[in-house]
């Protein structure tokens, strides 16, 4: 059996959404800083898709062929959006997110460099 139309017009546009999202834009690439941190953006994905298509019936005038036409259309979007940066030091891992939040998260977010200053008294 033939494949449909409709079958080929997904293939091609979900190939197409593949090679443009890759774990790269997810996690991207590690940058090394001269005081010997390592900064790793971090960016959340999301993407919809829609395809659709119908065959149309020829006129009652026109020749009769053996299969009608087909018509049909597809549409995807792509929206990336960063979250923070995942910084690796020596001494501590931290998550700098990209958007400001709260005050009540960004104090929860401080609570483990409050608690290691407190360690060193």
Known sequence: MDKHPIEGLMT?????????????????????TADGATVVPISRVSFGFVAGGGEMKPAATAAQTPE????????????????????????????????????????????PQVVA?????
């Open 117 to 121: 200053e407190l360690k060193k008294f």
């Open 68 to 111: 009608p036409p087909f018509a049909g259309g597809a549409g995807a979007g792509v929206t990336v959006q960063p979250l923070g940066f995942l910084v690796t030091g020596p001494d501590a891992v931290r998550l700098m997110p990209a958007q400001c939040y709260q005050p009540i998260d960004r104090m929860i977010e401080l609570i």
């Open 12 to 32: 091609t546009t979900l190939e197409s959404i593949r090679d443009m999202i890759d774990v790269n834009t997810v996690v991207g690439e590690p940058i090394a």
